[in-house]
């Protein structure tokens, strides 16, 4: 059973949200949570295996609370989920070097929220890679801060997980990295999992900002 917790000001939203995924038979909800100070406290208490978190709240915005419980080290296991609507795209790579996972809009249907909810948890693939890799091509600078790796890091990755970093910031899945490399779906996931053990990295969310702010892939590249 997978355990979410949602995060809105909107009550309407946190309600139908909260109602669509505790309609699913392989998810619970375990709270719901107004604004992003209360999320960090309910997922301390709670620790849920996804948050769904919104980006604009008051006292604590979903950025600074998404960082917070990603820097907690009984949530390593935790995943945040960003609900976001287009006009807010700007806070998304934000929210994605905070921890954040992946991303789905408000807009979506019963069926995709669900879906994400599963994606993120199962942490095998970006949400949507085309759109992540849009948003970073926009908004991430090469040579910008990570603030947990150095480029020294980098220097621990043998060729092969150097080439599967760059597939994964490219947006491939691991199956679809497997076809590349003419591997097996195993062996690209073992891949994907040192590379992120060497980089210290959350998730294949943070794989890609890294892979843009160290320079190893740019802007249309």
Not at 75 to 90: A, M, P, S
């Given at each position: 059973m997978i355990t979410v917790m949602v995060v809105d000001d909107q009550s309407l939203i946190r309600t139908a949200v909260g109602e669509i995924l505790a309609s699913e038979g392989d998810i619970s909800v375990v709270g719901e949570a107004r604004d992003g100070a209360e999320a960090v406290v309910m997922a301390a208490s709670h620790r849920p295996d996804v948050v769904v978190m919104d980006i604009r709240m008051p006292v604590l915005d979903g950025i600074a609370a998404t960082a917070q419980i990603c820097a907690d080290v009984d949530?390593?296991?935790?995943?945040?989920?960003?609900?976001?609507?287009?006009?807010?795209?700007?806070y998304l790579v934000q929210a994605l070097q905070a921890g954040a996972s992946g991303f789905i809009g408000k807009g979506s249907e019963p069926e995709e929220i669900a879906r994400a909810v599963r994606a993120v948890h199962a942490g095998d693939a970006l949400l949507s890679p085309t759109a992540t890799r849009s948003l970073i091509t926009r908004y991430v600078r090469p040579g910008a801060p990570v603030g947990v790796q150095t480029p020294e890091a980098f220097e621990h990755l043998t060729e092969r997980e150097r080439e599967v970093l760059l597939l994964v910031a490219r947006g491939l899945s691991n199956s679809e990295i497997a076809g590349h490399l003419t591997i097996s779906p195993h062996t690209a996931k073992t891949h994907v999992n040192r590379v992120m053990t060497k980089l210290r990295a959350h998730d294949r969310a943070q794989l890609v900002i890294l892979a843009y702010e160290n320079g190893l892939l740019t802007p249309g590249g």
């Open positions: 949530l390593v296991t935790t995943r945040v989920l960003i609900l976001t609507t287009f006009e807010e795209d700007e």
